[in-house]
């Protein structure tokens, strides 16, 4: 079990910690700010700071057996704290914040794409959404102006939780950009970017849709026929 501190504040780029558990599986924390690769969104890497100076670097993050736990995987031949014992956890913030970033550009392209998705990834160079839907209702220029048009608004992103009874009540709140969170604990975490977008979602967003910034469609290709797929990027 660790306190997953990137759920109620994305932004915290470092925390203390306590080591829970070292084995081959990797390291667990009683707390993290770092998001286990899930839902599209890539785990993430950056350093442990241990209190006789030395450092291990973090090269991934992976969900464990349960819901809440979460492993980090040490980068080959580092020398691994002892259980007990407490460290700094300090995120690649740059990357990390790339993926806050194109996340949320994702939850706005789901909007402007009005159409079943199928799948989807981020990346801290680009993101991308395959969605279920013919080519020829896709207009690149008219979805970029879309996406920067949403950007523009400067609308709040919010997180909010609800009873899983809830959402299953109102299932359309469910798009599934492959991005649902965890079930089972009894609650759902729900993300709101105003006006624009709802639905139940693990991972980690900017607070305003300004942050992510002017972004290019890259390209549009068929991934079957039923399948087309449209990758994002910020713009240079
Ligand atoms: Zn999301």
Redesign the pocket.
């Known amino acids: 079990m660790s306190e997953l501190l990137f759920r109620t504040d994305a932004y915290l780029r470092l925390c203390t910690a306590t080591v829970t558990a070292v084995d081959e599986q990797g390291l667990q924390f009683d707390r993290t700010v770092f998001y286990p690769n899930g839902?599209g969104?890539p785990g993430d890497s950056g350093q442990l700071l241990r209190q006789d100076g030395s450092t291990v670097v973090i090269s991934n993050t992976v969900k464990g057996a349960t819901a809440d736990a979460v492993l980090h995987l040490p980068a080959e031949g580092s020398s691994l704290p002892q259980v007990g014992e407490e460290v700094t956890l300090v995120l690649d913030w740059d990357r990390r914040y790339a993926h806050m970033r194109y996340?949320?550009a994702?939850?706005l392209l789901c909007k402007v794409v009005a159409a079943p998705v199928t799948g989807g990834q981020v990346a801290a160079d680009k993101a991308r959404l395959d969605f279920a839907v013919e080519m020829d209702a896709l207009d690149k220029e008219a979805i970029e102006a879309g996406l920067n048009a949403l950007v523009a608004a400067a609308q709040p992103v919010t997180a909010r939780w609800v009873d899983e009874a809830e959402l299953d009540a109102n299932p359309e709140l469910v798009k599934t950009?492959s991005?649902s969170p965890p079930r089972g604990t009894g609650t759902v975490r729900l993300?709101e970017v105003t006006g624009t977008d709802l639905?139940p979602?693990?991972?980690?967003?900017v607070h305003n849709t300004a942050e992510v910034g002017r972004l290019v469609v890259q390209k549009i290709r068929s991934e079957g026929k039923q399948n087309k797929r449209i990758i994002i990027a910020f713009a240079s």
Do not use: E, R
């Open positions: 839902g969104q996340h949320t994702l939850h950009m991005v993300i639905q979602c693990g991972g980690t967003h």
